[in-house]
C-alpha cells in the first residue's frame, strides 16, 4: 500500500491511541502500530478506533538554562583546565551580553533540532473505519493515497510534506 497520509495530520502535533504511553508523528503509524496488528483479537466486534490527536511540548523548556552551562564553561577553565589566569578571563567573557544571547541561540538550535517531541495537551480526537473494501479511513477520509513517480522518496515510497 502506498504510504501517503491524509492531510488532517498536522507536523507539530503526535497522535496515539487513548492512554498510550507512545504517540506517533501521524495518525497512520497508530493504525500500523497499535490498531491495525490486533485486528484480529477483535473478531469485529470494534468497527471504530479512537486515535487522540495531543499538541506538543516546545523542546526548549527541556533545555539547560543559559546560565547554567555558562556557569559550567566557568567551574571548568577554573578546575580542570590548569592555566592560571584563563578562569578570570573566562569568567569576563561569560559575563558578557553578546555570549550569553550566543549561548541562548545554541539551545534554541539544539532544541530545534530535536526529534524527540512530548505530549503537551489533548487537542482532538480521530476516528479510524474501515470501508467497504477493507482500506483504512480517517475522519471518513481515505487514510492512504497511491503516490506518483516524482514524489520525495521515489514512487511508492514518498511522503507528501504537510
Excluded at 497499535?34 to 533545555?63: C, K, N, R
Aim: net charge negative; charged share 25%.
Amino acid at each position: 500500500m502506498s504510504r501517503i497520509v491524509t492531510t488532517q495530520c498536522d507536523d507539530r502535533r503526535l497522535y496515539g491511541v487513548p492512554g498510550a504511553e507512545h504517540m506517533y508523528r501521524d495518525a497512520a503509524e497508530v493504525w500500523e502500530t497499535d490498531i491495525e496488528p490486533f485486528l484480529g483479537f477483535t473478531d469485529g466486534a470494534i468497527s471504530t478506533w479512537e486515535v487522540e490527536v495531543w499538541s506538543v511540548q516546545p523542546s526548549d523548556q527541556f533545555m539547560p538554562p543559559a546560565d547554567l552551562v555558562l556557569e559550567c564553561i566557568s567551574e571548568w577553565a577554573g578546575d580542570d583546565c590548569g592555566l592560571e589566569g584563563f578562569a578570570e578571563s573566562v569568567g569576563e567573557a561569560v559575563a558578557d551580553p553578546a555570549v550569553v544571547y550566543m549561548v541562548r541561540r545554541l539551545l534554541s538550535a539544539i532544541a530545534e533540532r530535536t526529534h524527540y517531541w512530548v505530549a503537551n495537551e489533548k487537542v482532538d480526537d480521530m476516528f479510524v473505519t474501515i470501508d467497504s473494501d477493507g482500506r483504512p479511513l480517517l475522519n471518513g477520509e481515505q487514510m492512504y493515497v497511491p503516490t506518483k513517480p516524482g514524489l520525495i522518496g521515489g514512487p511508492d515510497t514518498g511522503r507528501l510534506g504537510l
